[in-house]
């Protein structure tokens, strides 16, 4: 694969790859290769374009098809577990892993140092990559391709994590949307009052100006209920 990166090309099984897994075939195939410029690679390149801004439509129009997925495939849940839903499979943990499942990142293109460095098993490269292909599949084809490609990776990945939304665990989700945003880390705190066989917490958690607060019949289950407060707001 070094040859075909050396000169901007990811190779063309790693593309055919990515096309079958989406079930989808570029119009436009530099569009597709657009999907899996890095930042390292057009900064060592110079190269006029990322795939940062493919990754910036990709995201809204997952957001897009995951809600409308969730609401008629599962029409039993109630909206807050419909949420949980679309957290549950559009985080940066769980595109990452569908990603590794189909060899996505054989097909970046990374600087040398990124490359070195494993950039092509890493969470945040992985998950970028994976939005940036739905937005090219968007301009590609339209919104009814985008819509078939995104439920043909991720209706699998949701009604397997059904049976779990339940114990989601917010902290994480919490923690990527955070990254995904530049702001520093969560900050905890719990407090808890009653006798020892019957406490209840109150935890509270901070991003930047921003400050959530949970009850719960333990110290984690206050944090999760916060940390759900702030991705809820977040996402708002």
């Known amino acids: 694969m070094g040859d075909s990166a050396s000169l901007g090309v ?74 949980d839903l679309r957290k549950s499979v559009v985080s940066a943990t769980a595109l990452a892993r569908i990603a590794r499942g189909i060899h996505l990142g054989d097909a970046l293109l990374l600087g040398k140092g990124e490359d070195a460095a494993g950039g092509r098993d890493k969470t945040s490269l992985l998950s970028d990559a994976f939005e940036a292909v739905i937005g090219a599949i968007y301009l590609d084809g339209g919104a009814e391709a985008a819509f078939r490609s995104v439920e043909a990776v991720l209706l699998p990945a949701m009604q397997e994590a ?7 665990d917010f902290k994480t989700v919490l923690q990527e949307q955070v990254a995904r945003l530049g702001l520093n880390p969560p ?50």
């Open 10 to 83: 990811s190779s063309p099984d790693s593309l055919r790859a990515v096309c079958a897994a989406f079930q989808y075939e570029f119009r436009d195939p530099q569009l597709l290769q657009d999907a899996f410029l890095h930042r390292s690679w057009q900064s060592e390149n110079d190269a006029e374009r990322s795939n940062e801004r493919l990754e910036f439509l990709g995201d809204a129009v997952l957001g897009w098809v995951v809600a409308d997925i969730a609401y008629r495939q599962f029409s039993e849940l109630p909206e807050g577990r419909l949420t």
């Open 162 to 168: 059904l049976p779990n939304i339940d114990r989601l």
């Open 187 to 236: 900050e905890y705190s719990v407090e808890s009052i009653g006798p020892d066989h019957d406490k209840t917490f109150t935890a509270s958690v901070r991003v930047g100006k921003l400050e959530t607060f949970g009850v719960g019949r333990s110290k984690k289950a206050a944090e999760q209920v916060a940390a759900q407060a702030a991705c809820d707001l977040l996402d708002a």
